[in-house]
Every structure is written in structure tokens, then in C-alpha cells.
């Protein structure tokens, strides 16, 4: 299948720094990506839908200036958690859609994301 | 709104034996699909099985097969002879059919911890 590759796998940062987190489609081109964040021993939450050369699309409280979603080519798109917060610890996980069909998104393997 | 709720948050099963993962979700849309997630300890998401709504047969993957009642909107899983690796967290998700870059969008439900039992 689709190989979708998601860097860092872990991260941690001070709190007030910024951190990207990459997601990249590396075997097909992706006009969409999706971007979920995942509480401990919680489902996955939509973030946002990014389409290739647009404008992300944020879900409802989301704060779209801490969490800014750049999809500049069809196959990288990228998080940056602004002015990072404890509260901001989670795990985050994209997922990239190939455009050519009728296929599922396919997800990448997630970053562990801590603020200290 | 979309919703999809798993009641079960966690269930175990003996090793061979068979177990069944309850779904239920509401939507007003008459065509969507339907999906069961497998999140194992490594985090990555796989994609266990699906079944389109029009479909009325039931869609099987080896030994994981669903129970899909359109009517009811409930969507199980059943895992036959269940093995150690089966052991994750199971999603159910739901997303509508037609066309469009939203349309891919996902929404999932709390999930099922399943232990396996050797």
C-alpha cells in the first residue's frame, strides 16, 4: 500500500517555542491531508483538511494561529504547534489521500509531541 | 452531525477464539462508507476492513468480517480465530461518499481496547 511518512516520530520542545511536524505522501501525490490529534486513550479529532496550494480548513476550535498548516506541494504537508503549551502535548497523526482514485487516506505513523 | 459510538471500551478474547466489536453511528446520508480501524501499541493506523453502504453483502477480510444492518446503522467486527497480534485498539469511522476534498474526511468512534488471552 501508500506509504505515508510523518517526521519526527517524537518531539520535545520548551514551552513558548514553535515545532513543525512533516507529513509526507512518498509514493503517490496527495491533493488532501488531514491532520488529528489524539488525546491518551482517546479517539482521533480532525484538526484540519489541507488541500494541496489553499488554505487549510480547521475544525471547529481549533485555533488556526497555533496550529498553522502549510500543504505546498502534492506530496508535504506541515504542522507547526506556535508558542507551544503543556496543554499542547498530545499525539498528532496526518493522513494523505491519493488523488488518481477511489482509495482511502492512508495514515502516517503519528509524533509524540511533549512541551516542557 | 455525524456520530459514531463504540460502547464497548474494552474487551478481551482467548487466543482462536472469536470475538465481535460493537458500532453503531447515525447520519442522515443514505450513501457513506464504513471502516474499522486498527491502532496496535506502534500507533500507526491500519485499515482493517470497509464496507460501502450500498453494498448489502457484508465485506470480509480473512478472518475479519463485519455484521453491517443499514436499517439499525450498526456496523461490528467479528475477529475469528483471534491471535496475539490482534491485540490494539479497533476505531470504527465513518466518512460520506460523494466526491469532493472534504468528503475523505473521517470521523471516528472512542474505540475498543481488545486483549488477547494466550
Known amino acids: 500500500g501508500a506509504v505515508v511518512s510523518q517526521h519526527p516520530s517524537r518531539v520535545i520542545c520548551k514551552s513558548g517555542t514553535s515545532v513543525k511536524i512533516e507529513c509526507r505522501s512518498l509514493?503517490?501525490?496527495?491533493?488532501?491531508m488531514f491532520w488529528y490529534r489524539q488525546f491518551p486513550k482517546q479517539s482521533l479529532m480532525l484538526m484540519a483538511t489541507?488541500?494541496?496550494?489553499?488554505?487549510?480548513?480547521?475544525e471547529q476550535g481549533v485555533e488556526k494561529d497555533k496550529f498553522l498548516i502549510n500543504h505546498a506541494s502534492l506530496t508535504l504537508s506541515t504542522l507547526t504547534v506556535t508558542s507551544a503549551h503543556p496543554e499542547d502535548s498530545s499525539f498528532y497523526i496526518c493522513?494523505?489521500?491519493?488523488?488518481?482514485?477511489?482509495?482511502?487516506?492512508?495514515f502516517g505513523q503519528g509524533t509524540r509531541l511533549t512541551v516542557v | 452531525a455525524q456520530t459514531v459510538t463504540q460502547s464497548q471500551p474494552e474487551m478481551s478474547v482467548q487466543e482462536a477464539e472469536t470475538v465481535t466489536l460493537s458500532c453503531t453511528y447515525d447520519?442522515?446520508?443514505?450513501?457513506?462508507?464504513l471502516f474499522w480501524y486498527k491502532q496496535p501499541p506502534s500507533r500507526q493506523m491500519i485499515l482493517v476492513i470497509r464496507?460501502?453502504?450500498?453494498?448489502?453483502q457484508n465485506a470480509t477480510e480473512n478472518r475479519f468480517s463485519v455484521n453491517f444492518q443499514k436499517a439499525a446503522k450498526s456496523f461490528s467486527l467479528k475477529i475469528s480465530d483471534s491471535q496475539l497480534g490482534d491485540a490494539a485498539m479497533y476505531f470504527c469511522?465513518?466518512?460520506?461518499?460523494?466526491?469532493?476534498?472534504?468528503?475523505?474526511?473521517?470521523?471516528f468512534g472512542k474505540g475498543t481496547k481488545l486483549s488477547v488471552i494466550p
Open positions: 493522513s494523505a489521500r491519493d488523488f488518481r482514485g477511489n482509495t482511502e487516506a492512508f
Open positions: 509514493d503517490f501525490q496527495a491533493t488532501t
Open positions: 489541507s488541500n494541496e496550494g489553499s488554505k487549510a480548513t480547521y
Open positions: 447520519t442522515s446520508e443514505s450513501d457513506y462508507y
Open positions: 464496507q460501502e453502504a450500498y453494498k448489502q
Open positions: 469511522a465513518y466518512r460520506i461518499l460523494y466526491s469532493g476534498a472534504g468528503s475523505y474526511q473521517l470521523t
